[in-house]
């Protein structure tokens, strides 16, 4: 068993670590690489899985729940609810208009009129796991096509509830279906049913905000990195098990949660843990999808399964476009909104499988209504590929070209790491000026007081990579490394250095010696911590013996500059050599002679520099 | 050819429209530096050694600002102060400016008829900028009529676009290095130069 298991795991492995970069080479997105791996393991190629590939497709379909409830992260709800607006409208529009005209079509062609419904309600639906990954692999989110996709993404997850709850009024023999999506509800009264949904809805808000963030502050504290990927998975699956029960879907659970979760200090921490096993699982379930299709029903029926494909994507595009043009989306826009949202998406394959459970649809439906749906999942990468690189670029405008973001997802271009005393000063000077950086600190008592302080910081250790890529490190033009701990301030820039060189970096240094280790490896802008505030102290004194405010002022001005130039002369010399403190000697001498001489320039001394003179000017241009 | 150094003096430059559409259009023209001392020196720290490099290699200088108080802002009466030294600037040694020529561009809120002897301001612009004239000749420079932008208040695009042009015909015939349109005794200020070349334009 074992054994068998591992031999699986190899399979699936070595097919998408064969395929997908290969995918990629060819400039191609991941998702149908996945697909295409699924396709040449499944039972009609190579034959190394067969029946088990659906169990991997119900297993597969909590990575879609795991992407919704990292999506969910990144949108506060206070942007979830300016979006309102697109979503019931462009969602609703979308999935009202093609149920209608698909359920027309499938009445006229003699199907049962539930049948035709079903059917209606399946090819309404997108792929949510397909548009998304590929959004966020390019980057895209954030566009007005992106914002779309996403809105109507999300009513089409929110409308699958319904649906599941509407088909078994039309079936005739609804009565002995019980399991599949059946929960403990479905005997209990209407009024009940909506009862506990409506609970199970606020108790994902409450523990989100009084349970899951205590919580995750205490296994924060055991420093154990482990325990808090555990306690991320957990909140997961605890919030897709509970939507289980009471019948409603996890995915949307999980974005809810998500949400409520987006505002608290975990956030880029809880990203980066669930990041890996999100990608894990989301790439098994677009193989599971390609080992699915059924070349079988293919080869009976080529015509008609070609005809479906190319009718439902077309008939879902042009609805896309009319909805995409209601909603004044520009040209370029609207096509790639259109085009990336023509597949029929996996839910449909929970629906239709219900549908049969339920006697709507028959067994040789089923399969030909999977094959199209599994078909139209792989075409529709392709033909975004052909829509960006042969159609946009003959419309005019390109996919470069975008809109600032209006609602979602904010990655500010300052990360600001260390949020102590020093941190806190310039995060503060930052804010009252107008500019937010997000903040990272790594104590996370530190971060629940300064919390509660008002300020947005998150829990995180920064000199991790995975950590810094939720936080946005990519988009950030500027990082400012405040962190008190000299090691750890240049293991950061050595990564930073390695895998963001466009960053910008502005580094606090403890000391002289540390900003030496720092000009090493090439960084421009060091700040000794002590510097400016001892040059200060000195002023003061020597102001308290009787020296003028402005000329001391002047001469500590000049002062850090010399330092900082003859810093920079030193650091080549290796520290402790006799060289070194003969060399600290000489710039030392040469800066206080420096200092000497700017406070005399100007100074009266043998002369009153002519100004009693006549004629000055002529006398002097005559000798 | 000659070779100009605009000195550029302006505490809020990020608000004032007519110097960001001036400073532009000089930025444009080869042979034009610009140094933004605000910029340079917000703690008013003037190097004067590096001024001093500069002016060196310079053959006109500009002193580019608005009109606060009929004068020039801090910073630049700063500069003055420290960079033209004694024996360098002026004094029995103090040749290396000799033979240069200085100017003043200003930006004013007022509009002309209020700059002379019946106006509110009672002066005309070049007796309020009698110490930079005075200036320019102790260290032996050549001070020619000021570039002068008045009436800001009321400029609307279409103005500021006639002064940059303006101000890029007066660049370009100083980098040529000829100066005598603007020695002539009727020349009052360095605008009405593109008068005098181009009657069209006005």
Known sequence: MSGDFLFQAVVYLTAAVVCVPLAKRFGLSSVLGYLLAGILIGPYLLGFIGEEGEDILHFAEFGVVMMLFLIGLEIEPKNFWNMRKSILGMGGFQVGLTIVIVFAIAYVTELEWPTALAVGMAFSLSSTAIVLQTLKEKGLMETSYGQSSFSVLLFQDIAVIPMLALLPLFSSSASDVSDGHGSFLENLPLGFQTLAVLLSVVLVILAGRYFFVPVLRLVANTRLRELFSASALLIVIAIAYLMELVGLSPALGAFLGGVVLANSEFKHELESNLEPFKGLLLGLFFIAVGASINFLVIGQSPDLVAGLVIGVIALKALVLLLVGRFFKLSTDQNLLFAIGLSQIGEFAFVLLGFANQLGIVDRDLLDLLLVVTAISMTVSPILAIVNERIILPRVGTKESEERPPDHIGKHKPIILVGFGHFGSTVGRFLRANGVEPTILDHDSNRVDLLRKMGFEVYYGDATREDLLESAGVEQAQILISAIDDPEASLRLVETLQKHYPHLKLVIRAKSRIDAYELLKLGVENIYRESIDTSVRLACDVLQMLGRRKHTLYRQAQNFIKYDEQSMRRLVEQSLNSEEYINRVRLEIAQQEALLQADLRSGRLEDDDHLWSSVKPTREDSSD | ?202
């Open chain 2, 1 to 202: 050819m000659s070779k100009i150094l605009i000195l550029f003096a302006h505490p809020r430059f990020e608000e004032s429209r007519i110097n960001h559409a001036l400073i532009e259009t000089a930025s444009q023209i080869d042979g034009v530096s610009i140094r933004d001392l605000y910029e340079l020196y917000p703690d008013f720290n003037v190097d004067i050694q590096a001024e001093q490099i500069e002016l060196l290699q310079h053959d006109v200088i500009i002193f580019h600002h608005p009109f606060y108080w009929y004068s020039c802002p801090p910073l630049l009466k700063q500069w003055i102060d420290l960079v033209l030294e004694y024996n360098w600037a002026y004094g029995p040694h103090g040749k290396f400016l000799s033979g240069k020529i200085a100017l003043n561009a200003l930006t004013a809120g007022g509009i002309r008829e209020v700059y002379n002897e019946s106006g509110s301001n009672n002066y005309t612009i070049a007796e309020f900028l009698r110490p930079f004239e005075q200036t320019a000749k102790l260290c032996q420079m050549e001070y020619l009529p000021p570039f002068a932008v008045l009436g800001t208040h009321r400029l609307d695009n279409n103005g500021i676009k006639e002064y940059q042009k303006q101000y890029s015909q007066l660049l370009y015939l100083l980098g040529s290095g000829e100066f005598a349109p603007l020695r002539a005794h009727n020349c009052q200020f360095a605008n009405d130069l593109a008068v005098i070349k181009n009657p069209v334009v006005r």
